[in-house]
C-alpha cells in the first residue's frame, strides 16, 4: 500500500498535481490541512480515498477539526497541530496522541517536513509543498509504504 501525505498546499495546487503524477499510483492520499477551499480539487485529483482536515487558514470549511481511522494495522490520527503548539515543538502533540492511544500521528502547520519514529508513535509532518520553511526551502511531501509483512516505512521526498 502506498500512501502520498501533503499538508500546506493554500489553494496553490501546481506542486500537488505535480507530485501526484510524480509517484502515482497511489492507494491513498493524506492532506494534513490548510486546504484553502481546494477540497473537491484534491480529492477528485487523487482518485483514490481522501483523508482531510482543516488547518488554522481554512476558515469556512466542513472538514474535521482532528480525525482517527486506520492505515492498514495502524491507527492514526490526523490533525493539523496548530492547537498542539507544533511550531514550539511536538512535545505536546505526542503526549496527547500516546493518550488517544494510536500508532501515528500527521500534521503540519509548521512547513517543515519530519519523520519521527519511537518506539511506540510515529509523528509525520510532511512539510508544504507550496510554502516550504525548511532549510534550503524545497517543497516536501511523504511517501508511506507499507510492505507486505504490513509493516510502515516513510520517506520525505522533495520536488
Known sequence: MKVLIV???HRRNDNYIKVLERVAPVDMVVHCGDIEGSE???AEAAGCPV???VGN???FSDLPREKEFYIGKY???LTHGH???VSMSNETLKREAREKGVDIVMFGHTHRPIVDMASDLIAVNPGSL???RQEGRRPSYVIMDIDR???AHFTINYL
Open 7 to 9: 499538508s500546506d498546499t
Open 130 to 132: 507550496t510554502y516550504p
Open 40 to 42: 473537491y480539487l484534491i
Open 57 to 59: 487558514n481554512d476558515f
Open 75 to 77: 491507527r492514526v490520527w
Open 51 to 53: 483523508q482531510m482536515v
Open 149 to 151: 509483512k504490513g509493516e
Open 83 to 85: 492547537n498542539y503548539y
